[in-house]
């Protein structure tokens, strides 16, 4: 069984909240899952404490059995000391799209004749 910690989602329209579950990696997202270690306000600032619950030693005990964490619950074990934080890169994103290549490239054009006279 891949067992994940994952975010369920609940609240109401436009006023989410979620608990942190050990879910099987099949089941839906808000469906059944095997048990709940903490909960999730995206409302609440970034710094007020109530943002974040998470019952750490559950949360180590699962990841010895071998369940992994999702992005965002990766995110908050990592800020916790309890995983090392994920390290993402994609240089492809940041380099300019074709219509911006093609303006940079008419503008260099249109600048070499003005700096040769």
Known sequence: MALKIRLSRGGTKKRPHYAIVIADSRMPRDGRFI???????PLLPKDHAD????DLDKAKEWLKKGATASDRV???????GLLKPLKKNNPEKAKPKKKAQERAAAAAKA???AEAS
């Open 35 to 41: 048990e709940k270690i903490g909960f999730y306000n």
């Open 51 to 54: 943002r974040v619950k998470l």
């Open 74 to 80: 990766h995110r908050f074990l990592a800020n916790a």
């Open 111 to 113: 600048a070499a004749p």
